[in-house]
């Protein structure tokens, strides 16, 4: 499967494992939804009333989802693409979000909302906003990176008892196909090791990870091993697996294609700097788009997002300097 199948093919197995499952969104109906993110599911489950085609109002889709999801139904909302999460913000995040802590969790907000983000291939559309989602308690964020995680995470989602939003990265979606375990379980908050290293750790998310493992691959023949390791969901972040790398290792790079200043670089680091001294005992180097908008020019948008040349030159750069450290 591709990452799209995949994911299309988590939520047809939850629907039809669950009838309290259904989907809500823009064109999902016999249009198969946007870069066919629906494909399939208006055929399976539209004459059960359970694919809607929604009208153009993202706050209305969230608050309806949120309300059923209160009321015992387990809404999936295809909300097309992550800038459209600011629209959704009251439903979504400060009520959604808030409602298990304000009920000591005899209410649960069972939600999944869709979105996908990130430079690709379609041009446009290209904001995560994953700053502003990790910002909320209680609203959980995945972004997957293979087939496998697609299908596994997005099951995990649907099954879980509180709002979970799912990016979808763009230049993932529809790319390399991959095998996928259906019985395979993977938590929300667990990260993986992509590739085992002994000389610095590069943790990363979405596109980044790809772009990390093709770095790495580049390091590698000069005689640097960089161990890779995906967040695959950013809220909750596993701080455990990215500080036991870099301990392992001795460095950390952090790339991310979020802008700077929040988001899980910056969750990361303050994870990482919640020890008794206050500090790491290892350098951090982070990498991420300068604070602009994404630009929609190719050339702009090419410089504006870390390259694989950009992290073989951070990971080089990081290594030179702590050798320099040790001499001095």
Known sequence: MTMSEAIVAAVADEMAADPSVYLIGQDIGVFGGPMQSAKGLWEAFGAQGRVIDAPISEAAMVGTAVGAAMAGSRPIVDLMFAEFLALTMTPLALEGASVAFRTRGQVTVPLVVRAKCGVGPHRGHAESCVGMLMSFPGLKVAMPTTPQDAYSLMRSAIRDANPVVVLEHMSLLHGA???????????????????????????ASGLMVQRALRAAAEL?????????????????????????????????????ESWPGSGPAAALCAGLLDTPLGRTGFPVRLLQPPAT?????????????????????????????????VTA
């Open 177 to 203: 196909r991959a095998e996928v375990d259906p019985e395979l379980v993977i938590p929300l908050g667990a990260a993986a090791v992509r590739r085992d290293g002994t000389d610095l750790t590069v943790v």
């Open 220 to 256: 590698a023949k000069e005689g640097v091993e960089a161990e890779v390791v995906d967040l695959r969901s950013v809220a909750p972040l596993d701080v455990g697996l990215a500080r036991a790398s870099a301990e392992r290792t001795g460095a950390l790079i952090v790339v991310e």
């Open 293 to 325: 908008p994404v630009p929609f020019a190719a050339s702009l948008e090419t410089a504006f997002v870390p390259s694989v040349a950009d992290i073989a030159h951070a990971a080089r750069t990081l290594r030179s300097t702590m050798r320099g450290t």
